[in-house]
């Protein structure tokens, strides 16, 4: 430490001549022990407080708290230290105030992120003291993944070890999304652990549940790619990527909410069916030669079917049977599942906003509207009132035609009005058909068919 000495020696006659010059001049001593041991102590704090800067980000901590609580911690045991007049008590409050500061960081951060990225467990000091920096996490690549801008995304910076990971299950989970023909997944968080569903041929199969901080890593960064807010872990939203697997190109809509157990993340992958031609959806020829007559024609057509049944498809595929550089095309939908070119697509966020926005669209004087679905009077009015001069292609969630019928003219609120523009309502089943490659032949046992 540092020393001063500026002695004055007074005697009763004054100052004595003879004692100035015994008086040594000011001095300063310091000792070199003191000086590399201070500096020893400090640098690991200089080095881990970037580190607790960049990493509150990754794992979603406050940063400006923990910021404070680590600089705060360590500048002020470093001041007490200095000025002490007991170096050993001082290095001992500087050691405890900072260690206490970064554990109390790296206990509660640990408890966020995957087993592989947990700092100063036993994996962790083994391979920064072997090879001076953390573990290496090797990237997988199954699948190529493209942003809601549609730019591809690249795997992580080595030094980003959470990222690689997350990246990874993203890899993996997405590869089998594609390799099972899913369309619908659904991961839902339970008190343990979150489980996975796959909707495959439209029967819902379970997969391997996965771990609660797996799932959080994974719907992360898939949220990240697809645009959404990462921070917002409770309200609802929605975004779209898309996945390359060899010469497959599937396109997926992300939806997330917060749920009491965590993140629920459902994802609806558009199906190839909905890029398709209307002769191409598997109509019997007597159908499909009634639904493009039909679709020659000014009025209003209700296409309507269970969740699952292909109503979206049908929609697309009767608005694409009209040429969009001749007519004027438009969409209104909660969801856009296909951007279609020269045509206009509205999107709305909930059945209160609707209606002002179909209104608006109206305006515009389309010939061929279609709309998803209709939930309010208000808009079940503007639909009826179109109807007249334009043709409406309406979407309706109902297990028969009659249901949607009776769902139409609620809605509507007057049975008369409800039916005047009306051309037809289909109701659509989606059945499932054996492969045409691998189905095999089968007679069945008379004493089966007799059951």
């Not at 206990?107 to 100063?120: Q, T």
């Not at 573990?135 to 801008?149: A, C, G, L, M, S």
């Not at 007559?293 to 929609?315: D, F, H, M």
């Not at 999107?347 to 939930?375: E, F, G």
Request: net charge positive.
């Amino acid at each position: 430490m540092v020393d001063y000495y500026n002695v004055f020696i007074l005697t009763s006659s004054g100052l004595d001549s003879s004692a100035i010059g015994a008086v040594p001049e000011s001095s300063f001593h310091f000792s070199i022990f003191k000086i590399i041991l201070i500096l020893l102590l400090i640098f690991p704090w200089l080095k881990i407080a970037p580190w607790v800067d960049k990493d509150t980000k990754v794992v979603h901590l406050p940063r400006t708290l923990w910021n404070l609580l680590v600089i705060s911690s360590g500048a002020f045991s470093l001041l007490l230290w200095l000025l002490l007049p007991w170096f050993a008590v001082g290095s001992l409050l500087y050691i405890v105030f900072t260690a206490s500061a970064i554990l109390t960081y790296a206990l509660i951060r640990d408890k966020r992120v995957v087993p592989e990225a947990k700092v100063l467990t036993s994996r962790h000091l083994k391979s920064v003291f072997t090879s001076g920096k953390s573990e290496r996490v090797e990237t997988i690549h199954r699948v190529k993944i493209y942003d809601h801008t549609g730019r591809p995304v690249g795997p992580p910076p080595e030094d980003q070890i959470d990222e690689r990971i997350a990246y990874n299950l993203a890899q993996n989970f997405l590869h089998d999304v594609v390799l099972f023909r899913a369309s619908e997944v659904d991961l839902m968080p339970a008190k343990t652990q979150t489980a996975v569903k796959f909707v495959v041929d439209g029967v819902g199969h379970n997969r391997p549940p996965m771990e609660i901080h797996q799932a959080e890593k994974l719907i992360d960064f898939i949220k990240k790619v697809a645009g959404m807010n990462v921070e917002e872990k409770r309200r609802p939203q929605s975004g779209k990527i898309a996945i390359e697997a060899g010469a497959v190109t599937v396109d997926m809509d992300i939806n997330t909410a917060g749920t009491m157990q965590g993140q629920r993340l459902q994802i609806h992958i558009v199906q190839e069916t909905a890029k398709t031609n209307l002769s191409e959806l598997g109509m019997p020829e007597d159908i499909l030669a009634k639904l493009e007559e039909l679709n020659k024609q000014k009025g209003l057509l209700i296409v309507s079917g269970q969740r699952g049944s292909g109503v979206t498809s049908t929609l697309y595929s009767l608005l694409r049977r009209h040429d969009a550089y001749i007519k004027n095309l438009a969409t209104i939908e909660k969801h856009i599942t296909i951007d279609l070119e020269n045509v206009t697509q509205i999107q709305y966020t909930d059945q209160t906003d609707m209606p002002a926005k179909l209104a608006s669209l109206l305006r515009r004087d389309p010939d061929v509207v279609m709309v998803d679905a209709c939930q309010t009077p208000q808009a079940a009015q503007l639909i009826c009132d179109a109807s007249q001069e334009k043709q409406i292609l309406l979407g309706s969630t109902a297990s028969s035609a009659l249901v949607a019928l009776a769902k139409w003219v609620k809605v509507v609120g007057d049975a008369q009005k409800a039916v005047a523009p009306l051309k037809a309502i289909t109701c659509q089943v989606l059945l499932r058909k054996l492969c045409p490659n691998c189905k095999e032949s089968y007679s069945p046992r008379r004493d089966l068919l007799a059951k």
